[in-house]
């Protein structure tokens, strides 16, 4: 009987010794393998594009100014205000100048009485001259009179002329269809030649400027045609807005070694100066490894992927990423072409497993 036992015993330890640690397992010799699709890495044309922030503003942006020196009377508009060409946009005290006109006007007056005097008494002397009743030198001193009074009048009328014309400064009107965004001035305040009073845009001539940084402004060229995003139109917009550059200015910023490009806009009833939007700048074709999205693997705050190594095991690969497209992410660093990738890894691939494709499907 108990040699019976010790047999029975024997025999267990020897069916043991065929499983592994899990019960119920049997061990084959065969490491296991994980049934994933990987991906050969190709390099593909894509565009090369930059991209630029900046702002809507009016290409008609003025500061109006007094063009004499006095009182300011009146102002006619608020900020925000919308004006046409030739409206009213302030007043300025017209004392002076009316004093000024009214002297003028008498110095006129005169000056035509002065000259009509002189021709008569031309008329005159040329009489008494036929009739040998005056010398030459007689008659030769009523013409210069005539001339004198002449030159008086001209210098007169002009210096009427030039206070009209300062009556007419004293009137500030818009040069332009605009909107008053600033308001530099106030009722009362001594106006001197060249201060502004107020600011006007016009929104009939928005386009869009952006600052571009000198490693890129060799690649921009006038006549280029941009894609636009306005942040404040995204709703309104299915597409993006396209626009054409038209100035280049080529002289940069000595801080930020930047340069201003600006962009022109096409008509939109929701454009307004101030508005933020990006500028895509196309610069040609260049090639880029494309990677899956489904291939990355985030780990620690940073992306990589699993390589599938010749002996057909995968090695997982710190990346570099660059810009995203529509057909994947472009790899900047830490992959080349022709390497195989774990096109979608699952959870329990660990570094070192043994790749195998997947079972085929029924029918395949």
Known sequence: MNRLTVSLLLVGCLALT???????????????????SAVLLLSQTAPRQFISTGSVVSDQRIEISSRLSGYLRQLKVKEGDKVQAGDLLAQMDAADVEGAIRQAQALVSAG????????????????LYQRNSISESDLRKARLRVESTTESLNQAQAELSTALAQRDYTNIRSPFAASVVALNSRAGDLLVPGEPILTLESNAALIFETFVPEQRIGLIEIGAPVQLQLDALSQSLSQPLTGEVIRIVRSGDPVTRSYPVKISLPEHPGLMPGMFGRVLFALGQSEHLLLPRSALVERGGLQGVFVVDEADRARFRWLRLGREWPDGVEVTAGLTVQDRVVATPSPRLREGDRIAPPPATAGE
């Open 18 to 36: 065929g499983c592994d640690g899990e019960p119920g397992t049997i061990n084959t010799g065969l490491e296991p393998q994980t049934h994933h």
């Open 112 to 127: 035509l009485a002065a000259q009509k005097d002189a021709q008569t008494d031309l008329q005159r002397f040329e009489q």
